[in-house]
């Protein structure tokens, strides 16, 4: 998680966040879950969790956040964790999924979220400060579940 969250080009999480607020943050509270990809020998490649997204009427809405340590980039981590997630999500009764920040600069997420039918509602320009690309949309995905 430190690597993803101090390059500062796919989160948007704070650069300095320190660990003590990164848990804090990326393990929620039930109904909210958290969730670990490990190889054989038990080394962590990647991890996410989902939370329900909004409260009182929208609460049948998720919503669910991923990191892939950037070694594992690619090997199928995130299109396994985000199947789970889809399925899990499903299985605790929500309606639908939504992510309410998807770097449209990160090609491979939004590639992997579209294979797993998510679609781009809409983007936010200028929504995400890229270290590398300036000012990019930060794009807002749903799938009904």
Known sequence: MQAIVRAGETFSWDRG????????????????????????????????NSVRNHHGGASHIASASFM????????????????????????????ALQFNAVVETNLPAVHLWRSL???????????????????????IMHRAL
């Open 17 to 48: 966040t320190t660990r003590e607020q990164a848990q804090l943050m990326w393990f929620p509270e039930p109904p909210g879950r958290t969730f670990v990809a490990v190889d054989s020998d038990g080394d962590v490649l990647g991890t996410a």
């Open 68 to 95: 892939v340590g950037p070694a594992h980039s690619g090997q199928g981590v995130g299109r396994a964790l985000g199947e789970h997630v889809i399925a899990q999500a499903r299985q605790d009764g929500f309606r």
């Open 117 to 139: 039918g998510l679609n781009v509602l809409g983007t936010i320009p200028e929504g995400f400060r890229h270290p590398v690309h300036g000012y990019v949309g930060l794009h």
